[in-house]
């Protein structure tokens, strides 16, 4: 997908152990990365071309990159998916990946969902509070404080199909692409 792209800028909120980080460094272009997390103990792969910034996504002096106009931003941060979606539409970012995009009734897998996600507010179940399971842990949500803009109308908006009958693993939590229009 990413070598399909034109981008001039990379932008990756949570690294964790820099694997995707790693898929970033194989774009064909020597392009600036910048990479985002509250905490880079567990890294094992260490970009040479690469920004790193060990704090959140929404703390950074995003004026220093206007001169860059394709932007891909890819987020497996655990944060409201929402919430980056507003920030990379304020920033006019072109492209957008979104890992864990989870439908409510596979909210059980992740042990720390990045709610809401984008499957849930563009979904026709409009539930504002739900609870659920994981790992011997209960946990509720409750949505009734986000008033949903439709900046999702402003984007492609494509599902990554299941593939897990081809991998043999089992139904992994979906990937979103987003493009601006």
Not at 7 to 36: A, C, H, N, Q, R
Not at 43 to 60: G, P, Q, R, W
Not at 134 to 146: E, H, P, V
Request: hydrophobic residues 35%; charged residues 30%.
């Amino acid at each position: 997908f990413l070598c399909h792209l034109d981008i001039d800028l990379i932008i990756e909120s949570g690294v964790w152990k820099g694997y995707s980080t790693y898929l970033f460094d194989k774009y064909p272009k020597k392009i600036k990365k910048i990479l985002f997390d509250i905490n880079f103990d567990e890294l094992k792969y260490i970009s040479k071309s690469a920004e790193y910034c060990e704090f959140d996504i929404t703390k950074y002096e995003f004026k220093k990159i206007k001169k860059f106009k394709k932007v891909l931003a890819f987020y497996d941060d655990h944060v409201s998916q929402y919430d980056r979606l507003k920030l990379s539409f304020e920033k006019n970012f072109s492209y957008l990946i979104f890992d864990d995009d989870l439908e409510f009734s596979a909210i059980h897998s992740d042990g720390w969902p990045s709610l809401p996600t984008l499957s849930m507010i563009s979904s026709k179940f409009k539930l504002k509070k739900f609870e659920w399971n994981s790992i011997n842990k209960s946990a509720t949500a409750n949505l009734k404080k986000f008033r949903f803009e439709n900046i999702l109308k402003k984007y492609r908006y494509v599902k990554a199909p299941n593939i897990s009958k081809i991998t043999g693993y089992y139904n992994q939590p979906q990937m979103s692409f987003l493009i601006k229009k």
